[in-house]
């Protein structure tokens, strides 16, 4: 059984478009996580809820909204999409008390054209 | 100055080798830190979970946290071309403030 899930695993878009992508984690886990990872392999956090409350929000463009419409759910949403979007991007979760815990999906490999 | 600083490689060794991966960090409110594994196209997995200095042992991995010199260490003993990955150190303070490093690329050559 797969513990956290993403979809879809490519997404491949012109600039301009809107795209979500889903995570859903069978953990039961409290929280959830949207990395960001560049070329150069670079993890940035960009979110954290936690009980389907926003915890963390880094510095990201405010085109990039996340929703968790339960606690094993946290989808994001983009609009507007730019090239320097294109990245992998990873849901996570973890365990109440262990931030440091985080099991991660298998990636979104998104290309902006 | 990056709160997490690591040497991206690549590191290149022979099967066999004991490999040494690296940190520093700049936040000494970071109690928390791990090693995650990243292989080629797939999400990061967590390798070595450890808490405030000192060392932990598990097979052939074993993590060293310095905390004094903001140091953590990662050591692979008789590495194996299955250990080919880039890992990727980790920190928080627990309050899901999770820094990782830019992450090292290892080739264990047979």
């Known amino acids: 059984d797969t513990a956290v899930s993403q979809t879809p695993k490519y997404l491949v878009t012109q600039m301009g478009n809107d795209k979500s992508i889903k995570c859903e984690q069978n953990?039961?886990?409290?929280?959830m996580y949207w990395y960001k990872q560049d070329s150069k392999k670079f993890l940035k956090i960009m979110f954290s809820?936690?009980?389907?409350?926003?915890?963390i929000n880094e510095t990201v463009p405010n085109r990039f909204s996340p929703k968790s419409p339960d606690k094993a759910h946290l989808n994001l949403h983009i609009n507007s999409l730019e090239l320097g979007d294109s990245a992998v991007y990873f849901c996570?979760?973890?365990?109440?008390?262990?931030?440091?815990?985080?099991?991660f999906g298998p990636g979104t490999r998104l290309t902006v054209l | 100055q990056k709160e997490v600083e690591q040497d991206p490689g690549p590191l290149s060794v022979p099967e066999g080798a004991i490999v040494s991966l690296n940190c520093t960090y700049s936040n000494s409110a970071f109690q928390y830190f791990m090693w995650y594994r990243q292989y080629s196209r797939k999400g990061p997995e967590l390798l070595m979970y450890?808490?405030?200095?000192g060392n932990k042992e598990d097979g052939r991995f074993t993590a060293q946290v310095d905390k004094s010199s903001k140091y953590i260490s990662l050591f692979i003993r008789d590495s194996q071309p299955s250990d080919s990955a880039t890992y990727l150190c980790a920190m928080t303070g627990g309050r899901d403030d999770m820094r990782f490093g830019a992450g090292t690329r290892l080739t264990v050559k047979p």
């Open positions: 996570a979760s973890s365990p109440p008390g262990l931030a440091g815990l985080q099991f």
């Open positions: 953990l039961g886990h409290d929280t």
């Open positions: 809820y936690n009980n389907k409350e926003l915890i």
């Open positions: 450890t808490y405030s200095s």
